[in-house]
């Protein structure tokens, strides 16, 4: 790597502008520090949604940022799991309802791209960031410096990088961690449905024995009020042939296995399919760098948990960095990522864990298994405690939030933002 003068100096880079690092780089921007994001975003239509809890709903209206997508996602105000594993113990259908912990709604739903495109724009505007369509090629870690050079040659010099580059991602393995991959026998297929009667808000998951298939509520469109997005987990073998599927072909198959609960239904436009894998990290930080996002944890979509924890790991970032500029300390030192660390490390274990679990605990079919996994469901269905403290763990966390996920953030509540 050359050691010419860079061609941008800058507190923090930002590796990555998928959504946990566009987030990532908007709210250090808007905490004062002088940030570059660098990424490739990804504009290729794949039927994929994110639903967005309590929690992360908080985070960006704390920011000021939800208004940017008000009228574009739809709210999830229950979720009913139904037991399609053909198990031995048959098991009831289970609702949680978020009314009964307190809210209108657990969360709203967003078509991914819709998010992704709506931070970059905002990103592309926002004071104190700066925003570079591109890859990194390559990055050195030094005692006092980072120094990064990206795909077109330009040269940035960090006090602090921020991996958000995704599973494979090169600011981790320049930094020397390490991570362990695993495969799970699983593909899921994504889609966008319109279908003929209303989803009332309910988000659907049929747990089959190759992992749950779940409709979740999507915002109507003109000539289209009734519309879910789907993930459904499958065998390699049938996602390839549901892929060679002609749309309408696919529609009937996805009514069948739904139960036709939304009557016929249409896909709209390309679906995508993604190989199931789990990814753990050896440290959540090292030498001037933090991971947060898919470059620090990766686990199916089960119970929509993915990108809520990354940005529970960005909000505890600021967090550590605000709180080291305060005390005058080096926002890039030890001291202030391993209390990142620290603060993140205990969700992000239990997230990959549950999940991997309750995908493991599907793929099974061993009765004693079986009879867990059922006799669990029906404790939540029946014990009002369990349940509420289920809701809760999902949606918000047992765990004391970061400022910026606080029902009424101190330092942006006053402004009126949201
Ligand atoms: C089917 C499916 C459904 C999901 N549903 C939900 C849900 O309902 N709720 C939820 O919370 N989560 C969900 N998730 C998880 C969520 O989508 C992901 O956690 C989130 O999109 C990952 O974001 P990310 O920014 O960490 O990584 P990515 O989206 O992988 O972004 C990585 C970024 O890094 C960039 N990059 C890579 N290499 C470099 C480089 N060398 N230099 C610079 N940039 C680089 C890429 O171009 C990209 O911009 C789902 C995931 C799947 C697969």
New binding site residues.
């Given amino acids: 790597m050359s050691l010419a003068s860079p061609d941008i100096k800058t507190d923090i880079l930002v590796?990555?502008?998928?959504?946990?690092?566009?987030?990532a780089a908007l709210a250090l921007a808007q905490a004062g520090f002088a940030v570059v994001c660098?990424?490739?975003?990804?504009r290729r239509p794949n039927g994929?949604?994110?639903?967005?809890?309590e929690a992360?709903l908080r985070f960006y209206k704390s920011l000021g940022l939800w208004a940017h997508f008000r009228g574009k996602t739809a709210a999830l105000e229950k979720i009913t799991m139904i037991d399609a594993t053909e198990a031995r113990l048959p098991v009831p259908a289970v609702t949680f309802a978020a009314r009964e912990i307190g809210l209108t709604a657990f969360g709203e739903?967003i078509e991914?791209s819709i998010l992704?495109d709506g931070l970059a724009e905002i990103a592309a505007r926002a004071p104190g960031l700066d925003l570079h369509e591109?890859?990194?090629?390559d990055l050195s870690y030094e005692p006092e410096i980072v120094r990064a050079t990206?795909?077109d040659g330009r040269r940035v010099e960090a006090k602090l990088v921020i991996a958000?580059?995704?599973?494979?991602?090169?600011?981790r393995s320049k930094a020397g961690i390490g991570a362990r991959n695993w495969a799970y026998p699983q593909v899921?297929l994504?889609a966008l449905l319109s279908h003929r009667k209303p989803h009332r808000h309910v988000s659907t998951e049929f747990h089959t024995r190759w992992g749950p298939c779940t409709l979740?509520p999507l915002r109507a469109l003109e000539g289209r009020p009734n519309r879910s997005s789907l993930?459904w987990l499958m065998s390699a073998q049938d996602a390839d042939s549901r892929a060679a599927l002609e749309p309408e072909a696919l529609a009937r198959e996805i009514e069948k296995q739904v139960d036709s609960c939304v009557g016929q239904i249409e896909v709209e436009g390309a679906c995508?399919f993604?190989p199931?894998a789990g990814m753990s990290v050896d440290s959540l930080f090292g030498h001037r760098v933090a991971l947060?996002?898919?470059?620090?944890h990766?686990f199916?979509?089960l119970a929509?948990?993915?990108?809520?924890?990354?940005?529970r790991d960005i909000a505890a970032l600021v967090e550590a960095v605000e709180d080291a500029r305060e005390a005058g300390e080096d926002i890039g030192g030890a001291k202030a990522l391993s209390a990142y660390a620290k603060a993140r490390r205990g969700d992000i274990s239990l997230r990959t864990n549950g999940v991997d679990i309750l995908n493991r605990s599907l793929l099974s079919n061993l009765f004693p298994i079986d009879f867990l996994r059922g006799a669990g469901l029906v404790a939540f269905s029946v014990i009002g405690p369990l349940r509420r403290a289920l809701m809760r763990e999902g949606v918000l966390t047992h765990r004391a939030l970061p400022r910026l996920m606080q029902a009424r953030p101190p330092r942006y509540a006053r402004q009126g933002r949201g």
């Fill in positions: 590796a990555g502008a998928g959504a946990a690092g566009l987030s660098v990424g490739r975003l990804d994929r949604t994110v639903a967005l809890f992360s739903n991914n992704v591109g890859l990194l090629e990206l795909a958000a580059d995704g599973r494979a991602s090169l600011a899921a994504t979740v993930v995508g993604f199931m947060i996002g898919e470059a620090a990766v199916p979509p929509a948990q993915g990108l809520n924890l990354s940005l």
